[in-house]
């Protein structure tokens, strides 16, 4: 069964810094890749997500995700976070079975 | 839109009690699926449907049964709780198996 490897569990970071955190997952074959983020008390909600083509993608408030196939990645990247990004971070994969990391909670210091 | 919709919020649930989670979407989606999220574990998938008459069983999903008798419901049945299912459960639904799903605000769980 595929899985999902999130490799930081809790990142700490302060305003401005620039954000990476890293995804990847163990399927061979043809995968959709999600980033959903989960602000405090809140649902899940998609921040990106690749199904084909340029392998960089752009999100919500300024998030970006790049796609590398070779290293079965896709991690997501923001250059400057904000205080209102903290939130827990959980990437998705889907080959007609839908797979979460087990989630990267951000803090940002104001 | 209300989008996907869940019932109640928060319970709190003695052992051996049972009790149904309510989830409700309106955007026609054939898909829907329930979640339980556990600290530092992620989303374990517990059940899924794929349309109305249709489930089956995801990773985790002993302690629980559900069915699936419109597109737009997908009740999650706990028929004798045990702490163990204690947790925050999601639910979700989708156009495609492939497509993008959108969750619900989750229902809070606590079995003592």
């Known amino acids: 069964a595929q899985s999902v490897s999130q490799h930081n569990h809790h990142v700490i970071l302060s305003e401005a810094a620039s954000l990476e955190l890293g995804c990847n997952y163990s399927?061979?074959?043809?995968?959709?890749l999600f980033w959903y983020v989960q602000y405090p008390g809140q649902h899940l909600q998609l921040l990106l997500k690749?199904?084909?083509?340029?392998?960089l993608v752009k999100g919500i408030k300024g998030f970006e995700a790049e796609f590398i196939k070779s290293k079965f990645s896709f991690n997501l990247r923001k250059p400057s976070v904000q205080w209102s990004d903290t939130a827990e971070y959980f990437c998705?994969?889907?080959?007609?079975?839908?797979?979460f990391g087990a989630g990267t909670r951000l803090t940002v210091k104001p | 839109n209300a989008g996907v919709t869940q019932t109640p919020k928060f319970r709190i649930l003695k052992i051996g009690q049972s009790m149904t989670l309510q989830c409700a979407q309106d955007?026609?989606?054939?898909?829907m699926y329930w979640y339980r999220q556990d600290p530092g574990m992620g989303l374990k998938l517990i059940y899924y449907?794929?349309?109305?008459?249709?489930?089956d069983k995801g990773e985790v999903p002993n302690g629980y049964n559900v069915s699936r008798s419109t597109t737009e419901d997908f009740p999650l049945r706990l028929e004798l709780a045990a702490p163990s299912q204690t947790s925050v459960y999601f639910c979700?639904?989708?156009?495609?198996?492939?497509?993008?799903?959108?969750f619900g605000p989750g229902t809070r769980l606590l079995v003592l």
């Open positions: 979700a639904s989708t156009s495609g198996v492939m497509e993008t799903q959108y």
């Open positions: 399927y061979g074959g043809t995968v959709n």
């Open positions: 690749y199904f084909s083509g340029d392998p």
């Open positions: 998705a994969v889907n080959n007609n079975d839908m797979r």
């Open positions: 955007m026609n989606h054939n898909y």
């Open positions: 449907s794929v349309g109305a008459g249709i489930t």
